[in-house]
C-alpha cells in the first residue's frame, strides 16, 4: 500500500483574488497533476476587515464542496488570530506588495512558515530582514512567483543547462496589459492597486516581476554558485502623470563576467499579445550561441514554447504544456505546483526551496529598487521602512494615514 501523502495546513492572509485563485488550486485533487506524495489542507481564512468577509471567501472558492481538503476551515476577522492559530502550519500572504513585510513578519513572529506573494518586499531591505528574521527562528520562507514551479519553466531551465541552444547569451521578456484609456488616462482609477502608491502600484512590482523572472531563472539562477554575479542594471521609466507610479518600465541586466545580458521590458499602456490570440509572437526569447527558445505569453503563465536549432532545416520544435485541470471541481490555474514544492519542503525539513532561494528573492528585490531609484520612483515611508510594527495598520486592517 502506498504511504499516506504529507499533508500541510494553511492560513490564507487576506480574501482578493489572487487569494482565491491560489486556494482554488490548493483544493484540488493532486491526483489530477499525478502528485501523491504531498496533500494540502485549508485551515483557516483570515481578512482584516470582518470575519464575514472571510466566511464569504470560503463560498467563493467553493469550500463546502472541497471536503477533507477544507474540512471545519475557521475564518477570522483580524490576522493576528490567523498566525495564532495552532492548526496552521503555513501562511499564505497574499495581500498588496505594500503590506508583505508588515504581514509576513507578523506570520514569522507568530512562528510560522510563509509563503508570500511576489513583489516579495518594496524594498531590498525589507526582504533582508524577512530573510534574516526567517533563518534566525528555523522557519520556511518563499517568494510565490508561481511560474517558477510550472513544469514547462523547469523543464526550460533544465534544457538550457544542459546545452540544448549552446551558452546562453541573452535573454528577452515581456509582460505587459494594455489599459491605455482617453486623454492620456490609464483605464485604472487613482486608487487602484495598479496605479496607487500608497499600495506600491507600478508596473514594475505587478508585471514586470515577471519578465525579471525569466531574465533572472535562466541568467542568474543557473549561474554556478561558486561563479554568481549580480547584474549591472539601466532603466528607463515612464511615469504615470496622475500618480507617480510606473506606467512602463524598461530594465537591461548585464552580466559582465558570464557574457550575457538581459532586457526585461514592462507596461500598462501596451499589451504583450496584441489581438489576445498570441499572434504577436514569443513573450520570451532565450537566445543560445547554437539555437533559441521562444516562449508564448503570458509570460506568467506560459503554456507552449518553441525551439528554434541554429544552422537547422528551420524545423520547429512546438511543445505545449497544458495546466491539468482536477475533473470533479474544474479548477486548475497553475498555482498548485508552488504549494507542492512548499510541502515538499515542509517535509524533507528545507527552510527554503532550492528553486527560487532566499539570496536571489534578495538580489531581484535589489534590481527592482535600483530601477525605481533611476526613475524616481517614491513610495510612502509607512510602507518602505524595515521596521517591524505589530500595531500598524498594514497589520491591523486600519485606515493607512
Known sequence: MAPEPFTIRWGIMA???????????????PVSRDVHDVAHRLAAVASSSSKASAEAFLEKVGAATATPAAKGVRTYGSYRELVADPDVDIIYVATPH???????????????????????????????????????KSLFLMEAVWTRYFPLSVKIREMVQSGVIGPVYRVIADNSFGNDGPDGTLTFPDENRMVNLDLAGGALLDLGIYSLTWLFQILYHLQPEAEKESPRVVAAVNKYERTGADESTTVVLQFPRHRSQGIATTSLRIATDADGRKSTGAAIRIQGARGEIMVDPPAFKPLRYRVVRGGGDGEVEVVDCPIPTDPERGFGHGMFWEADECARCLRDGRKESSTLPLDESIVIMEVMEEALRQGDVKYPDVITTDVYDPESPLNTGAPVR
Do not use: P
Request: net charge positive.
Open 15 to 29: 480574501t482578493g483574488g489572487i487569494a482565491q485563485t491560489f486556494t482554488k488550486d490548493l483544493l484540488t485533487n
Open 98 to 136: 505594500s503590506h508583505h513585510f508588515q504581514n509576513a513578519m507578523l506570520a514569522l513572529m507568530a512562528g510560522k512558515h510563509v509563503l508570500c506573494e511576489k513583489a516579495f518586499t518594496v524594498t531590498a531591505a525589507q526582504a533582508r530582514r524577512l530573510v534574516a528574521t526567517a533563518r534566525a
